[in-house]
């Protein structure tokens, strides 16, 4: 079959689904069933933590003990049944109690993606990382141009409907044929096996997990705050969707040219011109607070996150052996796109009330110390290639 195919529209139908989670499920909660915004933030911010926790713990150890498929397949049902009870839920503790176990699947579905698909690279069956997760991105735009549509039509109620839909259609394919490597059970030598802190012995692992760990941190302002800064500097209402999906179109747009263009460039090299781009990104945003700015500045997603994300599969797929890419996956997943967003999640709340352009400039705080350590990585990756003619620094 084409394995090529086959991960694209994975990551295509999960995304689907987590273009109508991500953006419009606080909104939902708080609009359908009558919560206040503050008991919604408290309800999502518990729900990272499970999410953290079960990526960091639950998702690793269950990796090693059954199949990619199997895995994916199971989280997929537990998913659709935390959904399904949403619909009965109607206090803050059944939403609550809800949302906690929808955390425990859910999110764990892209640390298995990843792992998946880094795994067929490594096994020489995906060529192409980047041209899959594209497909991911832009599921996640289609969603939500969808959902604009269908939510200015029919009410705030078309939200959950879409999602279950969303998770229905993953769970299907996710049944049909896959490649048959999935469906074999892992294959792990007791004599290697160890926990979490056996990835920090392979070289750097610790120093590049900081750097990503920083990259993604200095997303926090923005996924919080800059939908009410777009509100802030005056954006036309009808706009800023548009304006936000500038981010998405730029992943995409990278994701599908990376193979080509950027399989030469080292991890190192990826993550230090990420950090910079992230640094420009957030300091635009502060220097200059008008819509065209923000707008241009929307584009530099591509290296803020996309590039991170891409060096961060480049370094796992060339370092990582295939047994510890779930763990080292897991962490990522946790610390890197959770618990790190929620703690400068709260950094950039602070300084948002003080003044909403010191909520982006803030970020800095992470990009330059990122950008400094990814400079002392490439030199770490410069040595080992001098020191060793024979090696080559692999593709993705």
């Known amino acids: 079959m084409n394995t090529q195919r086959w991960m694209g529209r994975q990551f295509f139908s999960f995304y689907i689904t987590w273009g109508v989670f991500l953006p419009y499920w606080t909104g939902w909660m708080i609009h359908t069933k009558g919560i206040t915004v503050s008991q919604a933030s408290l309800i999502m911010s518990l729900g990272l933590v499970v999410r953290g926790l079960s990526t960091l713990f639950v998702f690793p150890y269950l990796s090693g003990k059954f199949s990619s498929k199997t895995l994916l397949n199971g989280m997929g049902v537990g998913t659709l049944i935390g959904i399904l009870s949403y619909i009965p839920a109607s206090s803050f503790a059944s939403l609550l109690l809800v949302t906690l176990f929808v955390h425990f699947f859910y999110p764990t579905l892209m640390p298995a993606l990843d792992s998946t698909a880094g795994f067929l690279v490594q096994t020489k069956q995906l060529k192409h990382y980047g041209k899959s997760r594209s497909w991911g991105s832009i599921g996640f735009v289609v969603a939500g141009m969808i959902l604009t549509f269908f939510t200015g039509a029919l009410g705030d109620e078309v939200i959950l409907w879409a999602l279950l839909l969303g998770i229905l259609l993953f769970i299907c394919l996710g049944f049909m044929r896959a490649p048959a490597v999935l469906s074999e059970k892992p294959k792990i030598d007791p004599a290697k096996k160890g926990g979490m802190l056996k990835l920090f012995r392979i070289r750097h692992f610790g120093l590049v997990l900081i750097i990503v760990i920083l990259l993604q941190a200095a997303h926090a302002s923005y996924y919080n705050y800059g939908y009410i800064f777009l509100q802030e500097i005056h954006a036309p209402k009808y706009l800023i969707g548009v304006i936000l999906n500038i981010a998405v179109i730029a992943e995409i747009i990278f994701f599908t040219v990376a193979d080509k263009y950027f399989h030469k460039f080292s991890a190192g090299t990826l993550l230090a011109l990420a950090a910079l781009g992230s640094s420009i990104r957030w300091i635009l945003v502060f220097a200059f607070p008008n819509v065209v700015v923000f707008s241009i500045a929307q584009t530099l997603h591509a290296c803020s996150f996309a590039m991170g994300h891409y060096a961060f599969m480049k370094y796992l797929i060339n370092n990582i052996p295939n047994a510890e890419i779930p763990k080292a996956q897991g962490m990522y ?5 959770s618990w790190s967003t929620a703690v400068f999640t709260i950094f950039g709340g602070y300084l948002y009330e003080i003044e909403p352009r010191y909520a982006f400039i ?21 040595k080992k290639v001098k020191g ?4 080559n620094i692999s593709s993705l």
């Open 362 to 382: 803030g970020m800095i705080i992470c990009t330059i110390p990122s950008m400094i350590f990814a400079l002392v990585y490439r030199k770490l990756e410069l």
């Open 333 to 337: 997943s946790a610390l890197a796109l």
């Open 388 to 391: 060793h003619p024979d090696s």
